[in-house]
Every structure is written in structure tokens, then in C-alpha cells.
């Protein structure tokens, strides 16, 4: 990717944000992702917008934007009225019926205007008017319109206030609408709204004044034999205005717009369509018809470059056939245009793109996909041609669980879109840690559900199946690890790689030869982060055992920290199906079968020790074992009559002395109990009440950093907030608030997962991961000198 030209204050937010990667998807509907003049990617991500900084190498998050209570369905930049600025406003619209307008301020977006639009935005469009004798100061004269599945397409009108109004409201006679795009007349002085129907057909709609804009319809565009998808408009060196619209027929038609200033008696001209606005004539022109698509085109994007003050007539085009094509106009054939450049046919587990951009410079093309995924391919002139480069991504369905490496040189995640993937920081001189995915190890048949990590290359992971799978990692994946960590302590099994049959869901491995992967990582200078194709194809983990023994789906498991041992608990109604199992790692036999609880048991956690294994149950009671000769016992439990919980307890939690554990639950409630007393004794060393906040994830952060007696505790809401809190349970059992993440900097949905990375890294400060049904996984930095306060 490119170096942006970052501003100072764009460069003092990432060095004073407290998160410090977040891994997002992008939703899967087009027009969701634009690329804007600034440098900066936004995207819809669930709820929330990300904002993404590209760099030379690996780009970042710098902002996650919540304040939708819905799916995003459409995002862009608000585009200033001069040319080639750069943006300072985006648009979003979403499923709970609102558009919300963004506008930069100092370091930060804030939300400036809510739109409603009362039903389900399915698109939106804006154009930034002119300012007439307004303060520079003020926020510019703005158009909105957004169109929603009721079948209307509103238009609101922003003054040089924060305060928006509606205006007006198209209607279509029960026809419904597609797209809408926004662009001025050849004119510059009357806007233009284009509007792409279900019958197949384009309708223009003109405002004489934008002093106080009113649409009327002059024209229908026809020749398509299928829904439009997308529009864009452009101008080209002579001032024509050029409209291109994408199809479900998998053509694109180019119409070109031209003030008309005399009759022309060429017999051969093309059919054209004319409307007059304010005494001037114009004439609409179908200027070519592009054939090169074998399947839906969802996405077409004009290139904003201009040279030498004239517009480059470059159109990008992707669709669900997995291509994206870059069209030119002929040189020596007038009106014709030729495909210059094709990219895609992506392999692996994917569909086609939804949508399309240049970059700013017009030397980068980017298309994001069906499982939320982004393909950016990048100019080369050396090699005059275009090469993948590395993208912005994360998970496109919930993520459900994560663990580290027990060196903390990696992250493993896991989620319901049915892979686990493993991010890693690299570390650069001037930005400290960029943190970005590595790999997949596995990409399953079904949803994923928990994960555990038995050494640095062995990692075991269950699903919606009955099946304990186990993992152990490539060479390729170490020499991989070697340019971003020390891994002379790392194994790997001899398979250069892994692949998964056709029909079969056991990742194989593969051998070869001679190790390429060596070879490549001694000769390679600087560091290339793996391309979304590379992730997809060539990163896969074999398979080298499966453990039988549930009788229902998978749902919880643990591993102790000597790697030797193995819990696993699956979906379960009745106590016996609600047993934990143990497995010895190095037979891979059982070993042991607990039984306790009379539901599905929801989270195990081994002491840091390892003499106490503590299980927590949606029948809202806790069991603790202690490991006597070899075996578990269980030696404390809770009932339903005594516990302080009254709701499913979630998860629960040690603290880094095995002295304390913690149990959260749906009612709200955190209780701290003390080992050495809850044999004799089932009652609580204290309660936390969260105020009717269903808690749904807990970790105690390593005691480097906390007085003796006291210990930080991380709690993860199922609202998305976190809070990271101080607890002191030796003199006087108090407890108070550190400091909170809200919902644009932690996540927005249910936090599924907390866990702070070993102190045995060579990061300063205290760093916590998190994951979400969100579909988001995040990183934290907590500095130590705050924690200290």
C-alpha cells in the first residue's frame, strides 16, 4: 500500500489511542467501503464505521465509530466542493432507519447530525453546495439523500448548522429504488440526482437553484435488461458530464451528458435524449456499452486523477464473477472502450465483490468481498503490473473466543464464520507494534466455538460438532514467525503446508522436499505482510488427531499451562452430558470425567498454578476441582439457594496468585472468592454490582503492576463496554473503577472474551485482547504508570 501524508494531529492521536489494532470485517452489501482523497479507508463494520490508515507496509484502525443501533448498510466520504481536497465529513446510513453525518473534529469524528429515515436505509448520496457569504469556519451547505426499502428517497438539507432538514421526498409508483447518486450539472450551478430503479431504468432528476434545491424528473435512461446495482458520475477534459451504471445483466452502460450548443446534421449520430434546465439545452448520449463481466456487476468507480489539469477517463468495475476490470477509451476508435486490466479470479472459500475504489493516487485498486474481506492490488512500475498487496480484515461473523501464545508473540481467535485466525505484531521503528493476521490455520465446515493453546505450535479447537480437533503448525508458518519474532523455541512438524480435500473438512498436510519457506525468509530484506489471497490459500494448519467422547456440540474448553492437560464441555440438558472431560495431551486418551453441573457448562479456567480447575454452568453454580495424585477432586461448589448469583453465570476468572477467582453473571453481579476459605465456608470474599449490566467476561491482569493485595480486573459487558477495575481483597475489600472503554472504542455488541497478553514480551505496557459479536477482535494498551495512580 502507500504512505499517507499524515497530518500532526492524525500522528498524535495514533500515538495517544489506547487501542491499538482492531481486526473488522467489512458487512457484506454493496456500496459499504469508500476510499477517500484524505488517504483514509472507511468501511461499515456491524454497527460502527472503521476508519483505516493505509501505510507503507501494514496500515491500522485509527477510529471505530458507533452510534447505529443497526447494521450498516452504506458509507462514503462527503466530498468537498474543490476539487482533490480532502474529506472532513462521511456519511452512514443503516438498517435501524437513519443516516448519521461525521464531522472531523480536532482528532476525532464526532456525530454532527442524525437523519431519519424512518424504515431501513438501503443507500445514500451527498453533495456539498455552495456557501453563500457563510464564515469559513462553519460547516459547508450540504445535500443529503438516502433511499430505504419503504420505497421512497428522501433529501435533507444541511444549512452552516449541525441541524439538518427534509426537504423533500421522492416517490416512484410502487417501483423500487436501487441507487441514487448526487453530481452537478455540466453547468456547475444545478444538482443532479440520479436515481436506478427496479424496472431496470435510470431516472434524472434536476434542482434549478441549490439555494433552495426542489427536484423535478426530466429524462428516463432505458437499455439495460436487468436491476442497476451501481452509478458514478465523472467529467472529462472538455466538461461533459459522464454517468456509468452497472447491472444484474452484467453489462455497464456509459451515458455522457453535454450542454447542447448547436444542431448537429451528422446522420450517424447516436440516439440521444435531451431536457432543458434554466434555457439550456442538453443532450444525453449512450456513449459505449462495456461487455467483459460474466455475472453481476455490483461496483463501478470512476478514477479521481487528473493530469495536467485534465481528467483521466479510467472506469474500475468489479462483480460477484471474482474480477475487477479497468476500462479506457480506445485511442484510435472513437467512442470505444477496451479492457486495460483484469485482476481477481480469487481462489479458496469466497465469492465475488460487492464493490470497488481507486485510491487517491490511482495507483491502488480496491474491492471487498461477500465474507467481508478487502483485494487491494497496487501498480508496479518496475514491473509494469499489478500486485496484491496486504489489506485491512478480521472476522465476518462472531467472534467467539481467543487465546494467546504462551509467549504472547501471537493471537489466535476463533469465530462463528467457521476459521480461526492468528495475528501478530511487527515491529516498526517510528509506530511501535502493527499488529496485522498472519494466518488461518483452519477454515471449517462449521461455526467455530472455543479454542485453547497447548504449546506455541500445537493449538486444539471445537465447533458446533462433537469433535476436539487438534492443530500443529507448519514450517512455512514458523519461517513466517522468524522475520516477526525469536522462535528458537518453536517447533513445527515437517509439513510444509496443509490443504482441505474436496468434500472433507480435516486439513492434510503437505510435505515437500526441500523448504522453500526457509530459503524465502533468509533472502527476504524487507518484511511483506501476507496478501487476502495468501491468508485464504496457503496458511492452513494440519490436522493431526481428533478426540471423541460428547454426545452434543462442543462449547467451552481449557488447557492447563504445562500444556499436559486437556477440559472440554460440550451443549448439554442433563448432568451427564454436562461432564467435563480430560484429556492427557500426550496419549491424547481421557483420562478423567467430571461431573458436577446439570447444564452446559459455559467457561473452565485452570489456576495459574495449576491445582485448581473452576468450571461455571448456565445452572448458575460454580464447581472448583484440586488436582490430588494426578487426578482432579472436587472440593467446593455453589448452590442454587447460597449463590449471590441469580442469573447464567458466563465466565469466570483467576487472579495471577491461584488465591482468588471471580465469577460473573447475566444478573450483573461479580463475586471475588478466596480459595483458602470457600472449602469451609460458600460465601464470597465480596461482590461487585455492576447495576443490572449483564457481565459476560472476566481476566485478571498479570500483579507486575498492582500494590500487594490489590488486583486489575478486566470486565467485559454484553452491552460491549469494558471496564477495567481495581480490586483490593486483602484489608478492606474495596473496589473501584479504573477507567472505561465505551462502545466506539471497545465494541458494541456482547464481549465474548477478555485476555491480557504474558508479561514475558517485549512490550512495555499492559496490552488486553479482546473479542465480540461484534465480529471485531481488538487490542488495548493500558500504560502501567496509569494503573499505578
Same mark, same amino acid.
Given at each position: ?25 467489512? #458487512? ?12 483514509? *479507508? ?30 450498516? =448498510? ?113 453547468? &456547475? ?78 446522420? /450517424? ?11 439550456? +439545452? ?20 470512476? +478514477?479521481?486523477?487528473?493530469?495536467? #489539469? ?11 464473477? $471474482?474480477?475487477?476490470? !479497468? ?99 511487527? $515491529?516498526?521503528?517510528? *509506530? &511501535? ?8 490455520? +483452519? ?18 479447537? &471445537? ?81 493431526? #488427531? ?19 492437560? /486437556? ?14 472431560? *480430560? ?90 472468592? =478466596?480459595? =483458602? ?9 465480596? !461482590? ?30 454484553? $452491552? ?10 486483602? *484489608? ?5 473503577? /479504573? ?51
Amino acid at each position: 500500500m502507500f504512505e499517507t501524508s499524515s497530518s500532526p494531529q492524525r500522528s498524535k492521536l495514533i500515538r495517544d489511542m489506547t487501542t491499538c489494532y482492531a481486526a473488522c470485517s467489512c #458487512n457484506r452489501v454493496p456500496h459499504c467501503a469508500d476510499w477517500g482523497t484524505n488517504g483514509l *479507508l472507511c468501511y461499515g463494520t456491524r454497527n460502527a464505521i472503521a476508519v483505516y490508515e493505509p501505510r507503507s507496509h501494514i496500515g491500522r484502525v485509527t477510529h471505530t465509530l458507533h452510534r447505529h443501533r443497526d447494521r450498516v =448498510s452504506t458509507v462514503h466520504w462527503i466530498k468537498p466542493r474543490t476539487a482533490g481536497a480532502p474529506e472532513s465529513e462521511l456519511l452512514s446510513g443503516s438498517v435501524d432507519g437513519t443516516v448519521i453525518i461525521w464531522s472531523e473534529d480536532d482528532i476525532a469524528f464526532r456525530c454532527t447530525s442524525v437523519l431519519s429515515a424512518e424504515s431501513p436505509v438501503a443507500f445514500a448520496d451527498s453533495l456539498q453546495l455552495s456557501d453563500v457569504d457563510v464564515p469559513s469556519t462553519t460547516l459547508a451547505r450540504l445535500l443529503v439523500c438516502a433511499g430505504s426499502i419503504n420505497g421512497d428517497i428522501r433529501l435533507w438539507l444541511r444549512e452552516n448548522t449541525e441541524d439538518a432538514k427534509q426537504i423533500q421526498s421522492l416517490t416512484f409508483g410502487g417501483r423500487l429504488p436501487m441507487h441514487c447518486r448526487l453530481t452537478y450539472l455540466p453547468s &456547475g450551478k444545478c444538482p443532479l440526482l440520479a436515481v436506478a430503479l427496479e424496472d431496470a431504468s435510470v431516472l434524472l432528476y434536476i434542482a434549478e437553484s441549490e439555494l433552495e434545491p426542489s427536484f423535478v424528473r426530466v429524462q428516463r435512461l432505458v437499455g439495460h435488461e436487468d436491476w442497476v446495482l451501481c452509478m458514478d458520475f465523472t467529467r472529462d477534459g472538455d466538461g461533459n458530464l459522464f454517468l456509468a451504471t452497472g447491472s444484474k445483466d452484467s453489462m455497464i452502460r456509459l451515458w455522457r451528458i453535454n450542454e447542447t450548443v448547436e444542431e448537429s446534421s451528422d446522420e /450517424l449520430k447516436q440516439e440521444s435524449n435531451t431536457f432543458a434546465v434554466n434555457d439550456k +439545452q442538453y443532450d444525453i448520449t449512450l456513449e459505449s456499452v462495456l461487455s467483459g463481466h460474466e455475472s453481476w456487476v455490483y461496483g463501478v468507480h470512476w +478514477q479521481p486523477v487528473k493530469t495536467d #489539469n485534465c481528467q483521466t477517463m479510467k472506469l474500475l468495475s468489479s462483480s460477484m464473477d $471474482k474480477t475487477m476490470i !479497468i476500462w479506457e477509451p480506445a485511442e484510435i476508435m472513437n467512442g470505444m472502450w477496451t479492457e486495460a486490466v483484469r485482476v481477481g479470479e480469487v481462489g479458496g472459500n469466497s465469492l465475488g465483490f460487492y464493490g470497488c475504489k481507486f485510491g487517491p493516487d490511482g495507483l491502488h485498486i480496491l474491492a471487498h468481498g461477500y465474507q467481508g474481506s478487502f483485494h487491494i492490488w497496487k501498480y508496479s512500475r518496475e514491473m509494469n503490473k499489478w500486485l496484491p498487496r496486504s489489506t485491512p480484515g478480521g472476522h465476518f461473523s462472531e467472534a467467539v473466543d481467543l487465546c494467546w501464545e504462551p509467549k504472547g508473540r501471537f493471537l489466535i481467535t476463533a469465530s462463528t464464520d467457521q476459521t480461526t485466525r492468528i495475528h501478530a505484531p511487527w $515491529k516498526d521503528d517510528d *509506530l &511501535g507494534e502493527l499488529w496485522h493476521e498472519i494466518a488461518r490455520p +483452519q477454515v471449517h465446515g462449521y461455526d467455530m466455538a472455543c479454542l485453547a493453546m497447548l504449546a506455541p505450535h500445537i493449538y486444539v479447537s &471445537g465447533a458446533d460438532e462433537k469433535v476436539v480437533r487438534i492443530f500443529t503448525a507448519t514450517s512455512t508458518f514458523k519461517n513466517h514467525l522468524r522475520s516477526l519474532a525469536n522462535v528458537e523455541d518453536f517447533k513445527s512438524m515437517k509439513a510444509y503446508s496443509a490443504a482441505v480435500p474436496s468434500l472433507g473438512l480435516t486439513n492434510k498436510a503437505t510435505y515437500c522436499g526441500e523448504d522453500d519457506g526457509e530459503k524465502n525468509s533468509t533472502t527476504e530484506n524487507v518484511y511483506e505482510p501476507p496478501t487476502e489471497e495468501e491468508l485464504m490459500q496457503n496458511t492452513l494448519w494440519p490436522e493431526t #488427531n481428533k478426540l471423541y467422547g460428547h454426545g452434543y456440540e462442543i462449547f467451552c474448553m481449557a488447557a492447563r499451562h504445562d500444556g499436559k492437560l /486437556l477440559a472440554t464441555a460440550c451443549k448439554s440438558t442433563t448432568q451427564e452430558h454436562a461432564a467435563i472431560l *480430560l484429556w492427557a495431551t500426550d496419549t491424547w486418551l481421557q483420562v478423567q470425567k467430571l461431573i458436577y453441573h446439570q447444564l452446559t457448562v459455559t467457561q473452565m479456567e485452570f489456576s495459574p498454578d495449576d491445582k485448581y480447575l473452576l468450571s461455571v454452568s448456565r445452572d448458575r453454580r460454580w464447581s472448583l476441582f484440586k488436582a490430588t495424585d494426578g487426578d482432579y477432586e472436587l472440593i467446593a461448589a455453589s448452590s442454587k439457594k447460597d449463590s449471590p448469583h441469580s442469573r447464567i453465570i458466563w465466565c469466570c476468572a483467576w487472579t495471577q496468585d491461584s488465591n482468588y477467582f471471580a465469577t460473573g453473571s447475566r444478573d450483573g453481579k461479580i463475586a471475588i472468592w =478466596s480459595t =483458602s476459605t470457600v472449602q469451609e465456608n460458600i460465601i464470597p470474599r465480596m !461482590i461487585l454490582d455492576m447495576q443490572n449490566q449483564s457481565v459476560t467476561a472476566l481476566c485478571f491482569a498479570p500483579s507486575i503492576c498492582i500494590a500487594q493485595g490489590s488486583h486489575l480486573l478486566a470486565v467485559g459487558y454484553e $452491552k460491549g463496554r469494558i471496564e477495567i477495575q481495581k480490586v483490593n481483597t486483602e *484489608l478492606d475489600n474495596t473496589w473501584s473503577k /479504573l477507567f472505561e472503554y465505551d462502545t466506539s472504542q471497545a465494541h458494541h455488541l456482547t464481549v465474548k472474551r477478555l485476555m491480557f497478553r504474558p508479561v514475558n514480551h517485549s512490550y512495555n505496557d499492559l496490552q488486553l485482547a479482546s473479542c465480540s459479536s461484534d465480529y471485531s477482535v481488538k487490542i488495548h494498551n493500558i500504560e502501567l504508570p496509569l494503573l499505578e495512580s
